[in-house]
């Protein structure tokens, strides 16, 4: 998990709050991701990063806005949430996005539990 | 739909007891990954199995993969109370421009008691 922080671990916000995700990897790579992992439900990509530029963004609502100021970071600010977006919230990181024959192992992060009141 | 989907969605056994999830998927696959996930904790990758292997071993895991059936199996051997964690399987099929995507399953809960 060093290799992948994320913060805050855990965040309750009301729905007229802003707040922010940070995702930091030590790991040099080049790739980035935010997930979302609700109960009883499969992993849902949100959004994917390639060398700070993005390039997937997985039908997210706008109340949801990524930014990758350089390989290392990612963040997600929030604002204006539903308490459906209640969820634990994960980044992670891998070598490169893609490459011919596969995709490239991802590394995790704790996690940050996000609830919206 | 989602790509991968796990079996058992619950597993209950005892320490010392071997463990088989399986998982099926619908796409062709470059390769497929299982992940390891303590409670409220992120994800742990425990082992890629590329589509042209049949069977990976790794410590006291072992997985196979049938890509004829379209599915993959994870056998966790002599079991401890420290295996249990949600277990998932990802794909990485390609679906029109995301490639390179993982597809993860609803995941396998398994609990092993001392």
């Known amino acids: 998990e060093t290799g992948v922080t994320q913060t805050p671990r855990h965040l309750v916000m009301g729905m007229t709050n802003k707040k922010s995700l940070k995702c930091e990897q030590h790991l040099g790579h080049n790739a980035m991701y935010w997930y979302k992992q609700s109960a009883k439900k499969p992993l849902e990509l949100m959004f994917v990063?390639?060398?700070?530029?993005?390039?997937e963004n997985n039908s997210v609502p706008s109340r949801f806005s990524p930014e990758c100021p350089n390989s290392s970071h990612l963040f997600l600010h929030l604002h204006t949430l539903q308490p459906e977006d209640s969820a634990l919230y994960l980044c992670?990181?891998?070598?490169?996005?893609?490459?011919?024959?596969?995709?490239?192992?991802?590394?995790f992060g704790p996690g940050t539990r996000l609830t919206v009141l | 739909s989602q790509q991968g989907e796990e079996d058992p969605q619950a597993l209950s056994i005892q320490e010392g007891e071997n463990a088989t999830m399986n998982c099926s998927y619908k796409?062709?696959?470059?390769?497929l990954q299982w992940y390891r996930q303590n409670s409220g904790r992120g994800l742990v990758h425990l082992i890629l199995i590329r589509s042209n292997e049949r069977e990976k071993h790794s410590g006291r895991l072992r997985v196979t993969l049938d890509t004829s059936k379209k599915s993959s199996s994870l056998l966790i051997t002599a079991s401890r109370a420290a295996d249990t964690a949600s277990y998932f399987c990802a794909t990485d099929a390609r679906r029109g421009s995301t490639l390179g995507r993982l597809y993860f399953g609803r995941g396998t809960q398994l609990t092993v008691w001392p």
């Open positions: 796409t062709s696959i470059n390769n």
């Open positions: 992670a990181s891998s070598q490169e996005v893609a490459r011919w024959g596969g995709t490239d192992t991802q590394y």
């Open positions: 990063y390639s060398l700070e530029e993005r390039v």
